[in-house]
């Protein structure tokens, strides 16, 4: 079982960064350790998980699969021991939390979590945009902040301590009846002639992000529309007003499989990331204890 388990997040770290070099580095392995876990889970499942040659990484059908489904597998895995190992705590108090209103799919699980850890600490949680959530870290009425950001931009946008909790490949969302609704990874290139609907609030800059990778690649992108709500995109994807993307979600995945189709986004920067952000300063007991119970 313990292989098992590494070799999952050894696959799932290849399937973040799509480059074995950079997922090594991130696992603090050897490349050819972390190449023989690959190989191995692929000799357990007896299929391909990666298209891989001297210039690209990429996932097969397979391996997309399974990578929708593992974050979710190792999540329980580890609440269940983490559980075992709280059982017999007993701490009290109040923990302060903002989330961005785009992170409803996977930030509840983490809260429940926590809440089994620790039944006594009472969690506050406000949906706030970034740069007041940030104000308020600084005046300590927030005790951690759940931040987002798109490829290498993260490290570059908080004055705080910060902790990585989720990686996330970017998808490009098309209609179902798009000609290109059934491939499972793009480049930006493949789509410079459509009409892009792009989600932004401040602190995020998602549509700079976007406007500066399709410049890269020698075209200006046609934005019809950009919108502050992520179900707004959902709804103008689905009714065939134009194309979006956004990070790769099983859940969202579920709920948009009807209506819209999801592609993977190829790049060696196209994911998006999740971070916990905290002032170091605000002596609160109960951060330490959250934020290890997210490791």
């Known amino acids: 079982m313990n292989n098992d388990i590494r070799y ?22 050897s ?4 190449s023989k876990h690959i190989m191995e889970l692929e000799e357990q499942l007896g299929v391909q998980l990666f298209i891989r040659n001297h ?36 701490v009290s108090g109040k923990l302060k939390i903002g989330c961005p209103s785009s992170s409803h799919t996977f930030l509840p699980k983490i809260f429940r979590r926590f809440c089994t850890l620790y039944p006594h600490i009472t969690l506050e949680l406000r949906v706030l945009q970034t740069p007041m959530s940030n104000n308020q870290l600084y005046l300590e009425e927030l005790d951690i902040n759940f931040n ?19 990686r996330s490949r970017l998808c490009f969302l098309l209609p179902i009846d798009h000609a290109y609704a059934n491939k ?33 690649q020698g075209f200006t992108p046609n934005i019809a529309h ?20 956004f990070v790769l979600d099983a859940e969202y995945c579920k709920m948009l499989q009807s209506q819209i189709s999801v592609v993977a ?25 959250f934020l290890n119970s997210i490791n």
């Open 8 to 29: 999952l997040h050894s696959f799932i770290a290849v399937a973040e960064y799509l480059n074995f070099t950079k997922a090594a580095e991130h696992l603090h392995l």
């Open 31 to 34: 490349q050819s350790a972390l």
């Open 55 to 90: 210039s690209i990484v990429r996932l097969t059908r397979a391996g997309f699969t399974l990578f929708k489904e593992a974050k979710n597998l190792l999540d329980k895995i580890d609440e269940v021991l983490e559980a075992t190992r709280q059982s017999q705590h007993d």
């Open 148 to 166: 987002s950001y798109i490829g290498h931009m993260g490290k570059l946008k908080s004055p705080f301590k910060q902790k990585e909790i989720r």
């Open 184 to 216: 499972y990874s793009l480049d930006l290139h493949e789509l410079k002639q459509e009409r892009f609907i792009l989600f932004d609030q401040p602190g995020f800059e998602f549509s700079n992000w976007f406007v500066s990778k399709c410049t890269e």
């Open 226 to 245: 950009i919108c502050p709500e992520v179900d707004s995109i959902f709804l103008h994807v689905a009714s065939g007003l134009g194309i979006s993307f």
């Open 265 to 289: 986004m190829r790049g060696d920067d196209a994911y998006g990331v999740a971070y916990a952000v905290w002032n170091t300063k605000n002596k609160n007991p109960a951060i330490p204890l």
